[in-house]
């Protein structure tokens, strides 16, 4: 039986995606090839490579302004990358320190320019994203995680700047429209909210590439990826199939703004019960919380273990919180059905009959 899975990453994707990679690997559209097996120069992968590129600038409301790379690597080589072919070594870039994944992005970006850290919450262990904090104009960019995947917190307004910013949208990409008019350059590691892991989605504004003098190496280098259309080596193929498969699903669903509407009434269901039942408490500051990962733990330390159980009991997996938080952690990504949001706000509230 199909469990409802929690996972923060690799994660769930529509059931309706998994039919159709699973069809292509046997066979692509009919063509008596599997997808895994064609050349990333055939015609049939122009097509699907063309396709997730223009899909990625649709369902952002971006046009030619931008490049869409599919690169390897994962988030973690964005780190050094953006700051690596952004920064030179005498300018400065601004950092928000949100979460883990936020402080290493710093720790790789300081290999290249001077980094401020401009904001942290790091002493109340990542419970709030920083507000009104001084962003000096003359930062090269600003760079975010927008939403913090291992804290169950989100920027749920951009810090006001006429800075550019970089985000990391790993955990949220697609999830919720963005003004892409505030931004030189996003990044999400596919496995979180689009695809399979082994693809992480670039998408870089035209021109702020090729002004540092450093020896960029060529892989690593933005200017090889645009100037070859993402096709400069082989490109992870399949992933990016996948991806493709699961932006014409957002599109069937009416587009980002719809998959929005949606993840908005998924938290209200699981937050609501978090607040209202009295055996569980949430971790983050109320206004911060992330529409895509819902971190909550158990008042009573003793309640954690049986409430595991009884969420494996009813087929829900991976609920349990990263160890940097302990409790639980509902990752509850595009794909994830009201369906399965409302069997483990069920299952809180039996547990609750039962133990309360
Ligand atoms: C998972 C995650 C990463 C790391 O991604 P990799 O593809 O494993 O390098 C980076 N940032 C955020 C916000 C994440 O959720």
Request: charge should be neutral.
């Amino acid at each position: 039986m199909k469990k409802h899975n929690f996972s923060a990453g690799p994660a769930i994707l529509p059931a309706s995606v998994f039919e159709q990679a699973a069809e292509a690997v046997r066979d692509l559209d009919g063509i008596g090839l599997s997808v895994l097996e064609i050349s990333h120069r055939s015609a049939e992968f122009k097509a699907i490579l063309s396709e997730a590129q223009q899909s990625v600038k649709d369902l952002l409301g971006i046009g030619d302004e931008f490049d869409v790379l599919f690169l390897t690597g994962g988030a973690s080589s964005q780190f050094y990358m953006t700051a690596m072919n952004l920064l030179a070594n005498n300018e400065t870039a601004g950092y928000v320190d949100t979460g883990t994944w936020s402080a290493k992005a710093i720790k790789e970006a300081e290999r290249f320019g001077a980094i401020k850290k401009l904001a942290s919450s790091k002493e109340d262990n990542y419970t709030y994203v920083p507000k009104g904090f001084d962003i000096p104009s003359d930062l090269k960019y600003l760079h975010i995680t927008s939403n913090n995947t291992v804290f169950g917190t989100q920027f749920r307004q951009l810090p006001d700047t006429k800075v550019p910013i970089i985000a990391d949208m790993s955990s949220e990409i697609f999830s919720r429209p963005v003004d892409m008019s505030r931004y030189d350059l996003i990044y999400a590691g596919a496995q979180k909210n689009l695809g399979p892991a082994g693809v992480t989605l670039v998408v870089v504004r035209k021109g702020i590439t090729g002004k540092v003098k450093r020896e960029i190496p060529t892989m690593l280098n933005y200017e090889t990826h645009i100037a070859k259309d993402s096709a400069f080596n082989t490109p992870p193929t399949y992933p990016i199939y996948v991806c493709l498969l699961t932006m014409r699903w957002i599109k069937a669903q009416g587009g980002v703004a719809a998959v929005a509407a949606n993840n908005d009434k998924k938290a209200k269901l699981i937050y609501d019960e978090i607040d209202s039942n009295p055996l569980f408490e949430g971790t983050t500051a109320v206004e911060d919380r992330s529409l895509m990962n819902a971190t909550f733990i158990a008042k009573n330390d003793a309640h954690t273990a049986p409430f595991l159980e009884a969420c494996a009991a009813a087929n829900i997996s991976a609920i349990k919180g990263h160890r940097s938080v302990g409790g639980f952690r509902a990752s509850i990504y595009n794909a994830m059905p009201m369906e399965s949001v409302q069997i483990l706000v069920d299952v809180m509230r039996d547990f609750t009959a039962k133990n309360g």
